[in-house]
T-cell receptor, first 111, second 113 residues
Framework: KNEVEQSPQNLTAQEGEFITINCSYS?????LHWLQQHPGGGIVSLFM???GKKKHGRLIATINIQEKHSSLHITASHPRDSAVYIC?????????????FGKGTKLSVKP | DAGVTQSPTHLIKTRGQHVTLRCSPI?????VSWYQQVLGQGPQFIFQ???????GRGNFPDRFSARQFPNYSSELNVNALLLGDSALYLC????????????FGPGTRLTVT
């Protein structure tokens, strides 16, 4: 069993739909990261959170530390949101840069 | 301000050769981490350096090595390349000092034939 599990693996949505991507982790964390990866490989950090909820524009990330679960929501989805979304668990007690990544969720938003 | 830069962008090598990948962190960032992403998988942690010292190492063979220079740039070296080393190699920098947000470079795509 992977230490960071994401679901679904693939997601197709119609433009305007509300999207949820889930992430469960089994390791202790200092923070949970949500990342976006476009074709070609570049990775952009969307959120880093250790509790509660964060919002940037149409993106919302939540985390439940007790349940070891996080969700990424996209409201009013748009074709430009099509990308791979990756959650990563960060534990900074030992190695500061050690992120454990999920396999990613490939999102395709159709116009 | 410039983001994290990596060079080269793409690289093709043959089995048995060695390769050196380079990363320049964001100005002021003292921590650099290296990740390997095989096609269709999430990235895997290789190394982390902070203030020129190795702070973490993932589950990779000794063929993989890295170092960080006084200007905080970093090199990842891979010896005796195998076909399975073909991947996207990502570098990420973070400020350190309790700020662990990571900023990723565009990656180097290595193909081993």
């Amino acid at each position: 069993k992977n230490e960071v599990e994401q679901s679904p693996q693939n997601l197709t949505a119609q433009e305007g739909e509300f999207i949820t991507i889930n992430c469960s982790y089994s390791v202790g964390i200092s923070a949970l990261h949500w990342l976006q990866q476009h074709p070609g490989g570049g990775i952009v950090s969307l959120f880093m959170l250790s509790s509660g909820k964060k919002k940037h524009g149409r993106l919302i990330a939540t985390i439940n530390i007790q349940e070891k679960h996080s969700s990424l929501h996209i409201t009013a989805s748009h074709p430009r949101d099509s990308a791979v979304y990756i959650c990563a668990a960060g534990n900074y007690g030992g190695s500061q840069g050690n992120l454990i990544f999920g396999k990613g969720t490939k999102l395709s938003v159709k116009p | 301000d410039a983001g994290v830069t990596q060079s080269p962008t793409h690289l093709i090598k043959t089995r048995g050769q060695h390769v050196t990948l380079r990363c320049s962190p964001i100005s002021g960032h003292k921590s650099v981490s290296w990740y390997q992403q095989v096609l269709g998988q999430g990235p895997q942690f290789i190394f982390q350096y902070y203030e020129k010292e190795e702070r973490g190492r993932g589950n990779f063979p000794d063929r993989f090595s890295a170092r960080q220079f006084p200007n905080y740039s970093s090199e990842l070296n891979v010896n005796a390349l195998l076909l399975g080393d073909s991947a996207l190699y990502l570098c990420a920098s973070s400020p350190g000092h309790g700020d662990y947000e990571q900023y990723f470079g565009p990656g180097t795509r290595l193909t081993v034939t």
